[in-house]
């Protein structure tokens, strides 16, 4: 059985709910990444931020990213899955609730992170096909 801690990314990093976007985004510039979940302050999943919400969210809001922090973007309820979680119930997550990247947690720590990238590498064809027809047909516009 394929679980999410196989094809997860390791080494994801929480960004502090208290944390200004112009931090987020040098921390995902260091990492190479376009987006990290927010922690609170019990280290709790309490939302993702991409580099899509700074720009669209903020930066085109005419906001000043210095001065607005990535709990202010957090919104809806985080989704995230166990490590030990079958592959199909990371496609199932990430298809129900329409997502392209999803926090993966082993004794409620991050340990990792799923995205499309991790996906394409770890399914079959047939696999990523049901999963892209899902997550995109259903979201009308494919961006979250």
Known sequence: MTTAGDIMHRGARWIPAHETLDRAAQLMREMGVGALPIGDDNDRLCGILTDRDIV???????HDPSKVTAGEMANGTPRWIEASADVDEVLREMQDHQIRRLPVIENKRLVGMISEAD????????????????????????RR
């Open 56 to 62: 669209v969210g903020c930066v085109a809001m005419g």
């Open 119 to 142: 996906l394409a590498r770890h399914l079959n064809d047939d696999q990523i096909a049901s999963w892209v027809e899902n997550v995109y047909a259903m979201s009308g516009t494919g």
